[in-house]
């Protein structure tokens, strides 16, 4: 079993759809946990990180469930922009594990 | 404000060869640096991380290796490349003496080893 499992995609949704990802993790000593997205052939940037009580920014919204070990991203209200590949990451004693990533891509 | 640069951004290589990819970062001192490789729709795999001067951590055996001889230098390499060496490279930093925080990509080198 891989440490890090994301949904495997991809997703295709009109614009103005909602979207949800889910990520799950097999370290239950995780300490930290974040969403970064990835657009083709370019590097990673953060998009936000994940805490306990859950935050937003915009139309994005992150939850994290320490009891079942799992990681939410929701995109309310997609864009053509939003077209990318969504990775999930946790973090242990500061090494990074990375989920394989969501392929999003939003049409007209 | 911090910035990562990392060079080449391409790289076409013999098998056998040898390799040396550099990443510095400006506007930071004593960051946490990483090396990553990603295969082709894959997750990333760490390589190396270093929390100073000459400190290096592998974390996959492998031809590669990596040095830091300068506090915001950070550099990959091999002395005789490989088929599967071939990947997209990305180093990353991170605030040094915080294990929790996130991390942040350079542009990334992308090798094909032919």
């Known amino acids: 079993r891989k440490e890090v499992e994301q949904d495997p995609g991809p997703f295709n949704v009109p614009e103005g759809a909602t979207v949800a990802f889910n990520c799950t993790y097999s370290n239950s000593a995780s300490q930290s946990f974040f969403w970064y997205r990835q657009d083709c052939r370019k590097e990673p940037k953060l998009l936000m990180s994940v805490y306990s009580s859950g935050n937003e920014d915009g139309r994005f919204t992150a939850q994290l469930n320490r009891a079942s070990q799992y990681i939410s991203l929701l995109i309310r209200d997609s864009k053509l922009s939003d077209s990318a590949t969504y990775l999930c990451v946790v973090r242990v004693r500061g090494k990074s594990t990375f989920g394989d990533g969501t392929t999003l891509t939003v049409k007209p | 404000s911090q910035t990562i640069h990392q060079w080449p951004a391409t790289l076409v290589q013999p098998v056998g060869s040898p390799l040396s990819l550099e990443c510095t970062v400006e506007?930071?001192?004593?960051?946490?640096l990483y090396w990553y490789r990603q295969a082709a729709g894959r997750g990333l795999q760490l390589l190396f991380y270093s929390v100073g001067i000459g400190q290096i951590s592998s974390e996959v055996p492998q031809n590669l290796s990596a040095s830091r001889p300068q506090d915001r230098q950070f550099i990959l390499s091999s002395k005789k490349l490989l088929l599967s060496d071939s990947g997209f490279y990305l180093c990353a930093w991170s605030v040094p003496g915080a294990l929790y925080n996130e991390q942040f990509f350079g542009p990334g080198t992308r090798l094909t080893v032919l």
């Open positions: 506007g930071t001192s004593n960051p946490n």
